[in-house]
């Protein structure tokens, strides 16, 4: 697998960039911004988008979504509980100063437990709500992988201070979904270092 991990955008958020070597289909999870970056990530390792996943909708996340299926033709997924913070995307723009980016309903919205990804690169959509009502999380085990978004962070855990935030179904989701994991699985969080579930569940203070 080939897994390029970069920060995009004034809030730092972690674009992943998943491809399989054989077949050079790639899966890009979280373009919020720096569209050039993503594309010459793509050419670099000669790369074709089948798919673009949406962990939530908040700017930072989604900002570059739609710019990237009108260049590459491939589906955007999220989930459609998220709806409501796209609606308010002009406000999300109005917190940080930032230009408003043209945004769209998901192409499909993948249900708890769906398979996604592309040709020799399966994920499995894990619904974990609590950062916001939509936030999902993606899995692939074969891969020891976790995309966590912003529901779960080396130290940390997703605010929840936003619309559609609720801690203690943030706490609920991470204890329900993530911490069963096994333990060497890498998570990949929405900003900041890679971390494992292990490490998380051992000395997280937010989930003691």
Same mark, same amino acid.
């Given at each position: ?54 962990? @939530? ?44 980016? +043209?945004?769209?309903?998901?192409? @499909? ?57 609720? @801690? ?22 929405? @900003? ?7 490490? +998380? ?8």
């Amino acid at each position: 697998m080939i897994r390029e991990t970069f920060p995009v955008g004034l809030l730092q958020c972690n674009c992943t960039i998943l491809g399989d070597e054989t077949s050079r289909e790639a899966l890009v999870i979280d373009p919020g911004y720096d569209i050039p970056r993503i594309l010459a990530t793509l050419a670099q390792h000669q790369l074709t988008v089948r798919q673009i996943a949406v962990t @939530h909708a908040h700017i930072d996340h989604i900002a570059s979504a739609l710019l990237l299926k009108q260049i590459t033709g491939a589906p955007i997924l999220y989930n459609q509980a998220d709806l409501p913070l796209v609606a308010m995307i002009a406000t999300q723009a109005g917190w940080f100063d930032l230009p408003v980016p +043209e945004v769209a309903p998901p192409d @499909h919205s993948p249900a708890d437990g769906e398979q996604i990804g592309v040709t020799g690169l399966d994920a499995t959509v894990l619904h974990t709500p609590g950062h916001t009502q939509g936030s999902l999380c993606l899995h692939l085990p074969a891969e020891r992988l976790l995309l966590a978004g912003d529901t779960l962070f080396a130290g940390s855990v997703g605010r929840t201070d936003l619309p559609g935030g609720n @801690h203690r179904q943030l706490l609920t989701s991470i204890a329900d979904r993530l911490l069963p994991l096994p333990a060497d699985t890498v998570v990949v969080p929405g @900003h900041g270092p890679d971390t494992s579930i292990g490490r +998380e569940g051992a000395t997280n203070p937010f989930l003691r």
